[in-house]
DNA sequence: CGCCAACTTGATGGCTGTCAAGTCAGGTGG
DNA sequence: CCACCTGACTTGACAGCCATCAAGTTGGCG
């Protein structure tokens, strides 16, 4: 589950989402409010302006849209600078999979490093906008910092370990399990990101939720039903609020069974 | 799933764990036959040298005992040299999944990057043998050399689309799909060691395997009895013969559903 | 030889998937 | 402005798969 980390924004209640104004075109890593979370972390100025050379091209994806797709060839790394994504795998048969819900910060493409090419799709569910890292040039330059080298690697053991934390979700957590843990980590996510850990929105859908945590939409609606009848949150729509965060912590850690 | 790569040894049909003799205790990635599939890949005779000189300790481990445990500082990045890993990750209460089986060539400890601390535990499922790799001098290293950096980051890399295959697994998998999948994989790494891809004998009990396939034990069991009443595989308890790699891959793609 | 862990097999039950019918919210066009 | 339409969501009834519980079997080891 990802780490806590300090937010210099002060927290706005509510809107994780709402778009920020674009004035900045030309927007860099130094002045992005980002790079706490993101890649640039642990940067001194200096090094933070080679990064920011890296960075040629930056991209709106509208929801929707994919940033790729399985089998095309891998060459960049993509920080979201703001947005919301999710990535799937297709098997043979046509059925897919979510792997994951990425938010700003947070970094898509990894997968595509041991091959070559993508070996997922990743498809904005909300209006977003990206930073095209080309992966070799990265490479050069983190042979030339340490920080950012040392960074990177733990992002990729981050995730790594974000995966793991799934498989054990998918492997032997009841649907009430799964959903608090979503919950709770959506929650904690967006309050690294400055905003409320109580209330927000959700930009997928329940078929999309119940692929990521191995259940059906159905019983994804009917565990938040129940999470609403025994009063640990408020649900309309895509409207979520958290109303006891330690019930849920309860739910997760099995202590009720 | 794990890529095909070139083994140079004469194939030993079926003795996948018998231990080599040990004459060469000074062993070094140069002249181990494993250097094709583990971090040496792509590198020269001379950055070979280099690589060795990182690696100070080779340390036996015996089955059932662990090579790192949750919670420990992190500072090695460990090559299995031989034998069999599992890795597993506990719950707050008391359960706990094997998130992974390593065998000889694969590298254990990328978890414990992110954090410093190892979030999961290795254990040797047969007397095993693992060379020690200071994490910082292999990022040091990997600084100097680009080949060794881009194998490194390919090697992560692997690491996450592997776990995307479980996900996908556990997700949406019936029960035979999955042991189907978990025996090809298996054939698929002992291939790719020279071993026969048909006949092998299992390292972990139905437990782990049902653990890791989050199914329980009795499920896998019976499981083994359904392939081998259909002639898919012969099972005599650990040991495995594959009767039919196409039937199992059919059952995997669920072109039988 | 006897013990024990690992494994197999059977009977039963519960959880979650499936199928079906309806509700809700947002968007479009008349 | 409202009627309608559509996709997303909710809720109910039922069924099937896998977990659970239980009893027995096998093989390795002291």
Redesign the interface.
């Known amino acids: 589950m990802p780490?806590k980390m300090a937010v210099k924004e002060a927290p706005a209640r509510d809107a994780p989402f709402s778009v920020a104004p674009f004035a900045v075109i030309k927007a860099a890593c130094s002045n992005c409010n980002l790079r706490e979370l993101c890649l640039p972390f642990g940067l001194s100025n200096d090094e933070m302006t080679h990064l920011d050379a890296l960075i040629s091209v930056r991209k709106r994806i509208k929801r929707g849209d994919s940033l790729y797709r399985v089998g095309e060839p891998f060459e960049y790394i993509y920080a979201i600078r703001s947005g919301f994504f999710k990535t799937d795998?297709l098997?043979?048969?046509g059925?897919d999979?979510v792997?994951g819900f990425q938010m700003a910060g947070e970094l898509l493409g990894?997968?595509?490093?041991?091959?070559e090419r993508h070996?997922?799709n990743a498809v904005a569910l909300e209006d977003s906008e990206v930073c095209h890292i080309p992966f070799f040039r990265l490479?050069n330059l983190?042979?030339?910092i340490?920080a950012l080298?040392?960074h990177f690697?733990?992002?990729?053991?981050?995730?790594?370990?974000r995966?793991?934390g799934?498989?054990?979700l998918?492997?032997?957590m009841c649907v009430e399990e799964r959903i608090a843990a979503f919950l709770l980590n959506l929650s904690q996510r967006f309050t690294a990101r400055g905003f409320s850990p109580a209330e927000f929105n959700l930009r997928m859908t329940r078929e999309e939720i119940g692929?990521?945590?191995?259940l059906k939409l159905e019983t994804v609606s009917r565990a938040f039903s129940r999470f609403q009848e025994e009063g640990l949150i408020a649900v309309q729509q895509r409207h979520i609020h958290i109303l006891d965060i330690p019930g849920l912590k309860e739910i997760m850690?099995?202590?009720n069974?």
């Open positions: 780490p795998v098997l043979e048969d059925r999979q792997t990894l997968d595509g490093i041991c091959t070996t997922c490479e983190s042979r030339e340490q080298q040392h690697h733990k992002i990729m053991s981050r995730e790594i370990v995966d793991h799934v498989m054990t998918l492997g032997m692929s990521y945590l191995g850690a099995r202590r069974h």
